[in-house]
């Protein structure tokens, strides 16, 4: 292979990386883990990833990007159709809205952002869902699930830096 083609190869691959590991979280969260009331209240992966890769490298999980993951997650987790790709768009919009106010900030600013980001898309989760259901839902299971993704967020926020620094680095060698 010639060099010139074995770099726009490995460019290619590294522009990959974020809706690949976005869509693997989505893979992830469709496990079906043997936890007793896990489901209903489980971290929502994919709105970290996307809120991440929204922020920092939005040119890398654009928005019809966005909108695969969300359709790949609702089909995977059964939900309506729809509605978790409708909130991983308003969450991509919002971040990427918010780039100028939040990067360059310390991380308990980001976080402060995604905390914010987290709970309104819960909510509008729960009241799209009590919507199509045509009845209220009970908010409990939403509010432990936003809690639990923004306890992950460090985490997986940390993760998705160090591959981001490693894809740079490579790039760069």
């Known amino acids: 292979m010639k060099p ?3 770099q726009r190869a490995d460019r290619f691959a590294r522009s990959l990386t974020p809706l690949l590991l976005t869509l693997a979280l ?3 969260a469709a496990l079906p ?9 489980a971290p929502f992966l994919v709105l970290i990833a996307v809120y991440y890769w929204s922020l920092y490298r939005p040119e890398l999980l654009p928005a019809p990007a966005v909108l695969l993951v969300g359709v790949v997650h609702d089909v995977l987790g059964g939900g309506p159709l729809g509605l978790g790709a409708l909130t991983l768009l308003l969450v991509h919009g919002v971040a990427r809205s918010q780039r100028s ?8 600013v980001e976080w402060w952002g995604f905390m914010l980001i987290a709970v309104a898309a819960a909510a509008v989760m729960w009241l799209l869902a009590a919507l199509y259901h045509v009845s209220l839902i009970d908010p409990l299971p939403v509010a432990v699930q936003a809690f639990l993704t923004i306890a992950l967020y460090p985490v997986l926020s940390w993760l998705f830096a160090r591959s981001a620094r490693v894809l740079v ?4 060698a």
């Open 33 to 41: 883990f043997r936890v007793p009331y896990f489901p209903p209240v």
């Open 101 to 108: 106010v939040l990067l360059g900030k310390s991380f308990a």
């Open 26 to 28: 989505a893979l992830v």
């Open 4 to 6: 010139q083609i074995r």
């Open 169 to 172: 680095q490579e790039a760069q």
